[in-house]
């Protein structure tokens, strides 16, 4: 067992199809939702650093959340499109140990960024007296940092037990990236409770992070109900639903991709799954966040007045 352990040194990514055509086709629709996502997300990140007005600790949790997001696409998406391109999906033992790690870690972070988004904007609808004492500067800082230590702590509790496992046979991932439960399947280890036992862990952390999101918006949608003008009503189940709906998709998209049981014969829907969780959210946030945002939009056009007028 030893020896076969040794000698799985790569494993190989099948992703979406051997079909030429349709590798092509993935190619170009990848590398234009990739695009999207980048031009996005970069925006946003440029906007809210050069802009004195967007320094409200919305725009800080959002420059995170953008910067989160172009990390999470960038580690699976650029592998797909040259996977789909070169017909290559190699990759290796340590390369997918480091994406899982990235993965995790990404994914996990977001999760806890976006539970203090909704809090934040939980204390600026529903308390805004109280809103610059509970998000002062200091306040803020700490609750991304603790994001970021939560998406670390996952990422490593779930790479580690997983790649402490024996993996022999086939090293075949039908997935278009190094993905846990793809993985155990994998797996000549007789017990893998361990890792069972982290995944129910992380699962559990964003089960809670999904429930306190709930609760800021059911307290939110309640004071929105009382407000007595119609367009500020309008603007605010505007802003929060696509937010929310986005949210949703990850967290169940995600959460059935991990908790299910792997089936016996790779399907198109474990493939859709994944998309939902790692590729969808970081394109759509972007849009969500800055398509109807005043500010935004007049940070972006006074820049690029800017650009045009330095030609």
């Not at 020896?3 to 790569?10: D, F, G, I, R, Y």
């Not at 999906?89 to 899982?100: D, R, W, Y």
Request: overall charge neutral.
């Amino acid at each position: 067992m030893v020896n076969l352990t040794l000698s799985v040194n790569e494993f190989v990514l099948m992703g979406f199809s051997d079909i030429r055509d349709c590798q092509i086709f993935n190619t170009m629709l990848f590398l234009l939702i990739y695009l999207v996502a980048l031009l996005g997300n970069l925006t946003i990140i440029i906007l809210t650093t050069s802009d004195q007005h967007l320094n409200s600790p919305m725009y800080f949790f959002l420059k995170t959340l953008s910067l989160l997001d172009l990390c999470f696409i960038s580690v699976t998406l650029p592998k797909a499109i040259f996977h789909s391109l070169t017909q290559n999906g190699t990759i290796s033992f340590l390369g997918c140990a480091t994406q899982v790690f990235l993965v995790v870690l990404f994914a996990c972070a977001e999760m806890a960024l976006l539970t203090v988004m909704s809090y934040d904007r939980y204390v600026a609808i529903c308390h805004p007296l109280h809103y610059q004492i509970v998000m002062k500067k200091e306040a803020c800082e700490k609750m991304v940092v603790a994001s970021w230590l939560s998406g670390v702590f996952s990422g490593f509790l779930n790479t580690s037990v997983t790649f402490s496992l024996s993996f022999c046979g086939s090293n075949f991932v039908h997935q278009f990236f190094c993905e846990i439960p793809s993985l155990l399947k994998l797996s000549c280890s007789e017990k893998y409770l361990a890792e069972i036992g982290a995944i129910i862990v992380t699962t559990s952390l964003g089960f809670v992070c999904f429930i306190s999101i709930m609760v800021s918006y059911i307290h939110i949608f309640s004071t929105v109900l009382r407000i007595s003008s119609v367009e500020s009503r309008s603007k605010a189940f505007s802003t929060c639903i696509p937010h929310l709906v986005v949210v949703t998709l990850f967290t169940t998209t995600g959460s059935i991709a991990y908790l299910k049981p792997v089936s016996e014969v790779p399907s198109v829907w474990d493939l859709l799954v994944s998309v939902f969780y790692t590729v969808v959210p970081p394109t759509l946030n972007p849009i969500i966040y800055s398509l109807k945002n005043k500010d935004m939009q007049t940070a972006f056009w006074k820049i690029l007045r800017k650009m045009i007028m330095l030609r």
